[in-house]
């Protein structure tokens, strides 16, 4: 059973970097072990923004007055030097240029209960640049011709009409009829599944166990699994769900569970593997700003990539063994704090005043709150530093921008530049790349027994308005 009671006021500490950072000291009576902060979003592509590339004039209507601007397929360079064309789906806000972008789910992206969703998929399965066929794409739209640019720039309408309920319009005519097909045809196509994911990214159990599953879910026909240094210390091994060791040079595929293999003498400890894979991304995965607000971004086309994703063990002979993992919520606005507890003694942590107590064998979840643009750090810490789980990223969950639109001038042949930095994005929402506040506050808190302490990092991220 998962226990909650109220606590007494949370002590605060901050202190502030040169950049402007307010973080928080923990309060412990020994300092923590070091833990690698991750990402929620761990697994699948990491990517930088490049810029608008192919694209055309669409003629969006705002409170009535009609505007320009430019609109199409944007590149973005994966960490290996793969290629993504990509699509916007948060007109109201910038594109930055040079931003960390990660493919994420839909439920952690802004087309979280977007009822459209589905169709904007299927725009994408049926249009370019998946339908490369410029002569039969122009025949299905009922028109005699499309360039590049012009199918471009009317599949970015169409998308913008049920992404964020804009009336765009393309100024050439055969985009537009483009625009209008897709529209009238789009049916609802399922989200697409990761190019590579590790679930639950997290497992703990006891010395002598087979400890698991950790389900592969990917695109990619190979997948090699990799343990860490600590694992091989410690004798641990992957095996399979027939207990078959899993090796790097023994590549596994979709759907193949994991488990980790520790000896029964092994003292209580962590071990983690990685995942890789070569893999396109799937077209109409999101893909979202990893540490900054900038506009968010559904997959189109992809070269090959390499992906990676992380999993973990913990292990414990008696007491609490605990496994922790974060899931970012959008619809409940904030970050999911999973705790589950496979030992024989209770875990105790503390969160937003709030003392939680998991029973052995039990798992739960708390919510954390995160406002939409806002930075989060939030770290779980065993009170004699044995312990610690950190999870930092940017929940990014809205199309409502800052507003702050520029259009394109009549003799202007290209985008206006996004943030002064390039001139080849469109400016659909104000941004700057520059944080206006970052803001931060920590607790830590002693609990009896088998508690743990936590303390929260936060940072309030925001761009700055053209």
Avoid at 17 to 38: C, M, R, S, Y
Avoid at 91 to 119: C, H, I, M, V
Avoid at 269 to 294: H, N
Wanted: charged share 15%; hydrophobic share 40%; net charge negative.
């Amino acid at each position: 059973m998962f226990f909650a009671r109220r606590r007494a006021a949370v002590r605060l500490a901050a202190t502030t970097f040169a950049a402007g950072l307010l973080t928080a000291g923990a309060i412990a009576t020994a300092g923590p072990a070091a833990a690698q902060t991750v990402n929620p979003r761990d697994g699948g592509v990491t990517a930088s923004l490049d810029g608008l590339t192919v694209f055309d004039r669409i003629d969006v209507v705002i409170d009535g007055e009609t505007r320009t601007y430019g609109g199409g397929l944007f590149n973005l360079t994966a960490d290996d030097g793969g290629t993504l064309q990509t699509y916007c789906i948060d007109f109201n806000t910038g594109a930055q240029t040079g931003a960390q972008y990660k493919e994420t789910p839909w439920e952690s992206s802004s087309l979280q209960g977007n009822p459209d969703a589905g169709r904007i998929n299927w725009i994408l399965q049926n249009s370019y640049p998946s339908v490369d066929d410029l002569a039969a794409l122009a025949s299905q739209a009922g028109v005699d011709a499309l360039t590049a640019e012009q199918a471009a720039a009317g599949t970015q309408a169409a998308i913008w009409h049920l992404s964020d309920g804009v009336e765009a319009t393309p100024q050439n005519e055969n985009a537009a009829a483009l625009t209008d097909w897709l529209l009238a045809n789009a049916e609802e196509v399922a989200e697409p599944g990761a190019s590579l994911q590790l679930s639950p990214p997290q497992v703990a159990g006891k010395p002598g166990e087979i400890i698991g599953p950790i389900t592969v879910s990917t695109t990619a026909d190979a997948v090699h699994v990799t343990p860490d240094q600590a694992a091989a210390d410690q004798g641990v091994t992957i095996v399979d769900v027939n207990g078959e060791y899993v090796t790097e040079s023994d590549p596994v595929t979709d759907g193949t569970e994991l488990y980790f293999s520790v000896p029964a003498d092994a003292a209580d400890g962590t071990a983690s593997l990685t995942a890789t894979a070569t893999s396109q991304v799937p077209v109409g995965r999101a893909f979202t700003g990893i540490d900054t607000v900038t506009q968010t971004m559904i997959l189109a086309g992809s070269s090959s990539s390499e992906v990676t994703a992380g999993a973990s063990v913990t292990w414990a002979a008696e007491g609490p063994a605990p496994a922790v993992t974060a899931q970012e919520n959008c619809a409940e606005g904030g970050v999911d704090i999973t705790a589950t507890n496979e030992g024989d003694q209770p875990f105790v942590f503390v969160l937003d005043n709030q003392e939680y107590e998991v029973a052995p064998g039990d798992s739960e979840t708390v919510t954390f709150p995160v406002e939409n643009g806002q930075g989060y750090e939030i770290t779980i810490t065993g009170l004699d530093g044995s312990q610690e789980w950190s999870f930092e990223g940017f929940l990014d969950c809205d199309t409502a921008g800052d507003g702050g639109m520029e259009q394109i001038d009549e003799d202007e042949l290209t985008p206006a530049t996004t943030g002064g930095s390039s001139p080849d994005l469109a400016e659909t929402g104000s941004d700057s790349g520059s944080p206006v506040m970052i803001a931060g506050i920590a607790a830590a808190l002693l609990a009896v027994g088998g508690a743990t302490v936590i303390y929260l990092r936060r940072r309030q991220g925001a761009t700055a308005a053209q």
